[in-house]
């Protein structure tokens, strides 16, 4: 199976940066279609952006269309979300999904599609 490693999140003002990075290992990520969600205290996981396995096609949920980049670097085994523009409600724990058996060009935007979690990291967006 395919473990995932989170990193890349921190405390950040609104309208500033941040990219996260999701690294496998144990299985080839090419294999995987992968997504990103999130989690705010008291709120149920929500989806943000996923990706297809070969990359060519990506979806994001409403609030992060246009500010949010989801991209795999499948000779590196990591998928990034690059986020701008950002929001304090924006403010989560954001955790990467792999979902194995995918189809390679179906794009997954559902939480119960995937098999695999990261850990989370933190994104704190202040005002």
């Known amino acids: 199976q395919v473990q995932l490693v989170d990193s890349g999140g921190g405390l950040v003002q609104a309208g500033g940066s941040l990219r996260l990075s999701c690294a496998a290992s144990?299985?080839?990520?090419?294999?995987?279609?992968m997504g990103w969600f999130r989690q705010a205290p008291g709120k149920e996981r929500e989806f943000v952006a996923a990706?297809?396995?070969?990359?060519?096609?990506?979806r994001y949920a409403d609030f992060v269309r246009g500010r949010f980049t989801i991209s795999r670097d499948n000779a590196k085994n990591t998928v990034y979300l690059q986020m701008s523009s950002l929001k304090p409600e924006d403010t989560a724990v954001y955790y990467c999904?792999?979902?194995?058996?995918?189809?390679?060009?179906?794009?997954?935007?559902?939480?119960?599609?995937?098999?695999?979690w990261g850990q989370g990291t933190q994104v704190t967006v202040s005002s």
């Open positions: 990706i297809n396995r070969s990359g060519h096609s990506t």
């Open positions: 144990g299985r080839t990520l090419s294999n995987y279609a």
């Open positions: 999904a792999a979902k194995g058996s995918a189809n390679y060009v179906t794009v997954y935007g559902n939480q119960y599609d995937y098999d695999y």
